[in-house]
Protein backbone atom coordinates (compact mmCIF):
# COMPACT_ATOMS: atom_id res chain seq x y z
CA UNK A 1 0.00 0.00 0.00
CA UNK A 2 1.27 3.84 -0.89
CA UNK A 3 2.71 5.25 2.41
CA UNK A 4 1.49 8.46 3.17
CA UNK A 5 4.44 10.83 2.62
CA UNK A 6 4.22 9.17 -1.37
CA UNK A 7 1.11 9.80 -1.50
CA UNK A 8 1.13 13.28 -0.20
CA UNK A 9 4.04 14.30 -2.83
CA UNK A 10 1.83 12.61 -6.03
CA UNK A 11 -1.20 14.75 -4.52
CA UNK A 12 1.08 17.60 -4.64
CA UNK A 13 2.45 16.81 -8.09
CA UNK A 14 5.76 17.98 -8.15
CA UNK A 15 7.73 15.58 -9.03
CA UNK A 16 10.49 16.37 -11.12
CA UNK A 17 9.94 13.96 -14.31
CA UNK A 18 6.63 12.73 -15.79
CA UNK A 19 7.11 8.78 -15.59
CA UNK A 20 9.24 8.64 -12.71
CA UNK A 21 7.32 10.70 -10.19
CA UNK A 22 6.67 8.89 -6.89
CA UNK A 23 3.08 8.10 -8.22
CA UNK A 24 3.77 5.02 -10.37
CA UNK A 25 1.81 2.53 -10.96
CA UNK A 26 3.20 0.49 -8.43
CA UNK A 27 2.67 3.10 -5.73
CA UNK A 28 -1.56 2.11 -6.13
CA UNK A 29 -3.35 -0.34 -4.33
CA UNK A 30 -4.48 -3.67 -6.06
CA UNK A 31 -7.59 -3.81 -3.73
CA UNK A 32 -8.51 -0.47 -2.96
CA UNK A 33 -10.01 1.58 -5.55
CA UNK A 34 -12.10 3.78 -3.68
CA UNK A 35 -10.49 6.87 -2.99
CA UNK A 36 -10.96 8.04 0.87
CA UNK A 37 -12.97 11.27 1.52
CA UNK A 38 -11.12 11.83 4.51
CA UNK A 39 -7.97 13.97 4.81
CA UNK A 40 -4.99 12.56 6.27
CA UNK A 41 -3.63 13.74 9.24
CA UNK A 42 0.27 13.48 9.69
CA UNK A 43 2.28 13.80 12.52
CA UNK A 44 3.55 17.98 12.83
CA UNK A 45 6.87 16.30 14.19
CA UNK A 46 8.92 18.44 16.62
CA UNK A 47 10.44 21.32 15.01
CA UNK A 48 12.48 23.58 17.10
CA UNK A 49 10.68 26.43 17.57
CA UNK A 50 11.53 29.85 16.43
CA UNK A 51 9.99 33.61 16.74
CA UNK A 52 9.09 33.07 12.63
CA UNK A 53 7.54 29.10 13.13
CA UNK A 54 5.97 30.51 15.85
CA UNK A 55 3.75 32.91 14.28
CA UNK A 56 2.98 30.63 11.10
CA UNK A 57 -0.69 29.28 10.86
CA UNK A 58 -0.97 25.81 12.67
CA UNK A 59 -3.29 22.73 12.97
CA UNK A 60 -6.26 25.03 14.21
CA UNK A 61 -6.35 26.96 11.10
CA UNK A 62 -6.77 23.73 8.70
CA UNK A 63 -9.12 24.58 5.87
CA UNK A 64 -12.46 22.34 6.32
CA UNK A 65 -11.56 19.02 4.69
CA UNK A 66 -7.78 19.14 5.04
CA UNK A 67 -5.52 18.06 7.32
CA UNK A 68 -2.30 19.65 9.10
CA UNK A 69 0.69 17.81 7.52
CA UNK A 70 4.32 18.27 8.13
CA UNK A 71 5.67 19.75 5.25
CA UNK A 72 9.61 18.92 6.34
CA UNK A 73 8.75 15.14 6.98
CA UNK A 74 7.59 15.39 2.77
CA UNK A 75 10.09 17.06 1.55
CA UNK A 76 12.89 17.29 3.64
CA UNK A 77 16.78 16.38 2.55
CA UNK A 78 20.05 16.59 2.90
CA UNK A 79 20.51 17.13 -0.72
CA UNK A 80 20.81 20.40 -2.31
CA UNK A 81 17.97 20.90 -4.69
CA UNK A 82 19.62 20.71 -8.09
CA UNK A 83 20.62 23.66 -10.25
CA UNK A 84 17.76 25.67 -11.79
CA UNK A 85 16.98 28.67 -12.96
CA UNK A 86 13.79 30.76 -13.89
CA UNK A 87 13.38 33.10 -16.56
CA UNK A 88 12.21 35.78 -16.10
CA UNK A 89 13.90 35.42 -12.54
CA UNK A 90 11.59 37.99 -10.51
CA UNK A 91 8.74 36.02 -11.36
CA UNK A 92 10.08 33.26 -8.85
CA UNK A 93 7.70 34.80 -5.53
CA UNK A 94 4.56 33.41 -7.83
CA UNK A 95 6.08 29.90 -8.86
CA UNK A 96 5.67 27.08 -6.58
CA UNK A 97 7.37 23.65 -7.58
CA UNK A 98 9.99 21.29 -6.54
CA UNK A 99 12.53 23.04 -7.05
CA UNK A 100 10.51 25.76 -4.65
CA UNK A 101 9.54 23.13 -2.05
CA UNK A 102 13.41 21.68 -1.91
CA UNK A 103 14.71 25.33 -1.10
CA UNK A 104 12.10 26.33 1.41
CA UNK A 105 12.43 22.58 3.40
CA UNK A 106 16.43 23.27 3.46
CA UNK A 107 16.04 26.83 4.54
CA UNK A 108 16.33 27.05 8.43
CA UNK A 109 13.03 28.23 10.35
CA UNK A 110 14.54 31.23 11.98
CA UNK A 111 14.73 32.30 8.03
CA UNK A 112 11.42 30.95 6.53
CA UNK A 113 8.90 28.25 7.82
CA UNK A 114 6.04 26.33 6.17
CA UNK A 115 2.86 25.05 6.93
CA UNK A 116 0.75 22.25 4.81
CA UNK A 117 -2.51 20.93 4.79
CA UNK A 118 -3.50 17.81 2.65
CA UNK A 119 -6.11 15.77 1.96
CA UNK A 120 -6.69 12.52 -0.84
CA UNK A 121 -8.54 14.04 -3.35
CA UNK A 122 -5.51 15.70 -5.03
CA UNK A 123 -6.50 18.67 -2.39
CA UNK A 124 -3.55 20.50 -0.66
CA UNK A 125 -2.58 24.00 0.53
CA UNK A 126 0.61 25.45 1.60
CA UNK A 127 1.85 28.66 3.37
CA UNK A 128 5.31 29.81 4.16
CA UNK A 129 6.69 32.55 5.58
CA UNK A 130 9.73 34.37 5.63
CA UNK A 131 12.16 37.43 6.51
CA UNK A 132 12.66 38.99 2.94
CA UNK A 133 9.78 41.01 1.69
CA UNK A 134 9.27 40.97 -1.99
CA UNK A 135 6.91 41.04 -5.02
CA UNK A 136 6.26 40.40 -8.37
CA UNK A 137 4.10 41.83 -11.32
CA UNK A 138 1.98 39.55 -13.00
CA UNK A 139 2.09 41.44 -16.32
CA UNK A 140 5.75 40.69 -16.34
CA UNK A 141 4.82 37.01 -15.47
CA UNK A 142 2.68 35.75 -18.12
CA UNK A 143 4.79 32.96 -19.44
CA UNK A 144 7.83 31.20 -16.89
CA UNK A 145 10.13 28.95 -17.60
CA UNK A 146 11.99 26.85 -15.29
CA UNK A 147 15.27 25.02 -16.60
CA UNK A 148 16.43 22.46 -14.16
CA UNK A 149 19.63 20.76 -14.32
CA UNK A 150 19.41 17.07 -13.24
CA UNK A 151 21.63 13.86 -13.15
CA UNK A 152 19.18 12.45 -16.09
CA UNK A 153 19.50 15.91 -17.94
CA UNK A 154 17.77 19.11 -18.25
CA UNK A 155 13.98 19.30 -17.30
CA UNK A 156 12.10 22.33 -18.43
CA UNK A 157 8.70 23.55 -17.39
CA UNK A 158 6.72 26.16 -18.72
CA UNK A 159 4.34 28.05 -17.22
CA UNK A 160 1.32 30.26 -17.89
CA UNK A 161 0.22 32.56 -15.16
CA UNK A 162 -3.11 34.58 -14.91
CA UNK A 163 -3.83 37.28 -12.55
CA UNK A 164 -6.90 36.50 -10.16
CA UNK A 165 -9.08 38.73 -8.25
CA UNK A 166 -8.65 38.40 -4.41
CA UNK A 167 -8.67 40.87 -1.63
CA UNK A 168 -6.49 40.32 1.45
CA UNK A 169 -6.84 42.89 4.15
CA UNK A 170 -3.85 43.97 6.19
CA UNK A 171 -1.02 43.31 3.36
CA UNK A 172 0.66 44.72 1.11
CA UNK A 173 2.14 43.79 -2.41
CA UNK A 174 -1.07 41.44 -2.67
CA UNK A 175 -1.03 39.50 -6.25
CA UNK A 176 -2.61 36.57 -6.76
CA UNK A 177 -2.38 33.87 -9.80
CA UNK A 178 -3.71 30.96 -11.61
CA UNK A 179 -0.77 28.81 -12.51
CA UNK A 180 -0.92 26.68 -15.34
CA UNK A 181 1.55 24.21 -16.13
CA UNK A 182 1.92 24.05 -20.03
CA UNK A 183 5.04 22.09 -21.31
CA UNK A 184 7.43 19.37 -19.58
CA UNK A 185 10.26 18.90 -21.69
CA UNK A 186 13.60 16.99 -20.91
CA UNK A 187 16.93 17.64 -23.65
CA UNK A 188 14.54 19.33 -25.70
CA UNK A 189 12.06 16.49 -25.81
CA UNK A 190 8.40 16.42 -24.72
CA UNK A 191 7.63 14.62 -21.69
CA UNK A 192 4.49 15.96 -20.42
CA UNK A 193 3.30 12.95 -18.33
CA UNK A 194 0.48 14.34 -15.54
CA UNK A 195 2.13 17.41 -14.93
CA UNK A 196 0.61 19.21 -17.96
CA UNK A 197 -2.86 20.76 -17.54
CA UNK A 198 -2.17 21.13 -13.50
CA UNK A 199 -3.18 24.42 -12.04
CA UNK A 200 -2.43 25.99 -9.13
CA UNK A 201 -3.31 28.77 -7.03
CA UNK A 202 -0.59 31.22 -5.60
CA UNK A 203 -0.76 34.52 -3.49
CA UNK A 204 2.37 36.68 -2.53
CA UNK A 205 1.59 39.65 0.14
CA UNK A 206 3.71 41.61 2.16
CA UNK A 207 2.39 41.50 5.68
CA UNK A 208 4.09 43.39 8.93
CA UNK A 209 7.99 42.80 7.49
CA UNK A 210 7.56 39.69 6.09
CA UNK A 211 6.57 37.58 3.55
CA UNK A 212 3.29 35.18 2.83
CA UNK A 213 3.27 32.75 -0.04
CA UNK A 214 -0.14 30.87 0.29
CA UNK A 215 -0.64 28.12 -2.50
CA UNK A 216 -3.28 25.59 -3.12
CA UNK A 217 -4.34 22.80 -5.73
CA UNK A 218 -8.09 22.07 -6.15
CA UNK A 219 -8.85 23.85 -3.19
CA UNK A 220 -11.39 26.89 -3.82
CA UNK A 221 -9.87 30.68 -4.06
CA UNK A 222 -12.14 31.17 -0.77
CA UNK A 223 -10.88 29.00 1.18
CA UNK A 224 -7.20 30.00 0.17
CA UNK A 225 -8.04 33.79 0.75
CA UNK A 226 -9.59 32.49 4.32
CA UNK A 227 -6.39 30.97 5.34
CA UNK A 228 -4.27 33.91 3.97
CA UNK A 229 -6.29 35.99 6.38
CA UNK A 230 -5.06 33.48 9.22
CA UNK A 231 -1.72 33.96 8.95
CA UNK A 232 -2.23 38.09 8.11
CA UNK A 233 -3.99 37.91 11.56
CA UNK A 234 -1.20 36.01 13.09
CA UNK A 235 1.03 38.49 12.50
CA UNK A 236 -0.48 41.72 13.41
Same mark, same amino acid.
Given at each position: ??????????????????????????????????????????????????????????????????????????????????????????? &????? +? !???????? @? $??????? /? =?????????????????????????????????????????????????????????????????????? &????? +? !???????? @? $??????? /? =?????????????????????????????
Amino acid at each position: MRTLKTACMCVLGISLIAGLSACSASDSSDGDSAVPTQAAPMDQGDAAHTPLSDAIVGPSDAPEGLAPGNFYEVFGSNQEPSPATLDPEQC &APLIF +D !SNTAAAWA @T $TPLDQKT /V =AMYSGFDQQWAIVELDLEPRSADPAQCQTVTRSDNTQIGNITTTYQLKPVDLDLQGADDVQAVSVLTTAV &ALDGQ +D !SPGDKVGR @T $TLVMSAN /V =AGKHMTVVGHNVEPGTLESLAQSQIAKLQ
